[in-house]
Nanobody, 123 residues
Framework: QVQLMESGGGSVQAGGSLRLSCAAS????????MGWFRQAPGKQRERVAT???????RYADSVKGRFTISRDNAKNTLDLQMNSLKFEDTAVYYC?????????????????WGQGTQVTVSS
């Protein structure tokens, strides 16, 4: 079955960097749109960045220029490099796979999720 496991979360001061990784298994990784989402306390989950099967990327406006999503189809991994972190980036970050699509659209249904990893940015 599809399994997604995040790692790399932690605590950092504002202005610092963290790199999140997601290890995927149980399916043909290269065929699907992948994404990073986050959820802060009391807020709805939001899409942070997505990358499709052709490695085309999209970002939320709030992270453009600071975060970089990448994938390694040989290793079945998904990364999120986060630089210039801000207090408002504090959240649980989730790796997700599109249910059926190779492409990432605004309406893409992400049907598979990791357990999440906490990122805490202190101001």
């Amino acid at each position: 079955q599809v399994q997604l496991m995040e790692s790399g979360g932690g605590s950092v001061q504002a202005g610092g960097s963290l790199r999140l990784s997601c290890a995927a298994s149980g399916y043909t990784y290269s065929r699907y749109c992948m994404g990073w989402f986050r959820q802060a306390p009391g807020k709805q989950r939001e899409r942070v960045a997505t990358i499709d099967s052709g490695s085309r990327t999209r970002y939320a406006d709030s992270v453009k220029g600071r975060f970089t999503i990448s994938r390694d189809n040989a290793k079945n991994t998904l990364d999120l490099q986060m630089n210039s972190l801000k207090f408002e980036d504090t959240a649980v970050y989730y790796c997700a796979r599109a249910r059926a699509s190779a492409y990432c659209a605004d309406w893409t249904d992400f049907g598979y999720w990791g357990q999440g990893t906490q990122v805490t940015v202190s101001s």
